[in-house]
C-alpha cells in the first residue's frame, strides 16, 4: 500500500524514516544555503558507522540537529535609499531566523542593515502620524514659504545636535 501526496510516493515499506506528507496549507522552500557541504554520496548522513560489518548513515533526527551540521549561511548584498550595497552574511540556526514578520522577525533583527532601515521606516511612519494629527503643522507644511522656513529651523536643530554630540 502507497501513500501519495504531491511531493513524492512513498511505499509504506519503505517510509521508515519517517516521511510525512506536507498539509494544504504549508509552503515548501528549497533552496541551497551551504556551499562547503560535501556529501560523499551520504546523503543527509552526519557521520557513518559500522554495524554488524556494515556501514550505514547517521541521520539528523531534528530540525535542531540539521541546523547544526549544515550551518546554513549566504551572503547577500543589500542595496539601500541612497544606491549604497552592503554585504551581508545571513546565518539560520533555526526555522525562526527566516522570519520577516513585518520587519519584527529574527531575518529582519539579526540583520543590522535591515534593522536600521526598519528603523528608518518606523521614524518616517512617526513623522507622517504627526502630520496628520496636527493641523497647524498640515498648514505650514501646504505654504512653499512656511514650509521652507520650517525646514532651515529643522536643519539648525540638526546642526545643534551633532554639535552637541561631538
Known amino acids: 500500500m502507497s501513500k501519495e501526496n504531491f511531493l513524492s510516493r512513498i511505499e509504506e515499506e519503505d517510509s521508515s524514516a519517517g516521511i510525512e506528507g506536507l498539509s494544504q496549507n504549508k509552503t ?3 533552496d541551497q544555503f ?24 547517521v541521520y539528523p533526527k531534528s530540525l535542531k540537529e540539521v541546523f547544526a551540521y549544515f ?9 539601500g535609499d ?7 552574511v545571513f546565518n539560520f540556526k533555526e526555522m525562526k531566523d527566516f522570519e520577516i514578520n513585518n520587519g519584527k522577525g529574527n531575518l529582519v533583527n539579526n540583520s543590522p542593515f535591515l534593522s536600521d532601515l526598519r528603523s528608518k521606516k518606523e521614524n518616517c511612519e512617526n513623522v507622517q502620524k504627526q502630520i496628520e494629527k496636527n493641523a497647524r503643522l498640515r ?7 512656511s514650509r521652507g522656513e520650517l525646514k532651515t529651523l529643522l536643519e539648525t536643530l540638526l546642526l545643534e545636535l551633532d554639535e552637541a554630540n561631538k
Open 28 to 30: 515548501l522552500y528549497v
Open 34 to 57: 551551504t556551499s562547503d557541504v560535501n556529501f560523499n554520496n551520504r546523503g543527509l548522513a552526519m557521520q557513518e558507522v559500522e554495524e554488524d560489518g556494515r556501514k550505514r548513515g
Open 71 to 79: 550551518n546554513p549561511n549566504i551572503e547577500v548584498e543589500l542595496s
Open 82 to 88: 541612497n544606491g549604497e550595497t552592503k554585504k551581508e
Open 139 to 145: 498648514e505650514i507644511l501646504k505654504d512653499p514659504e
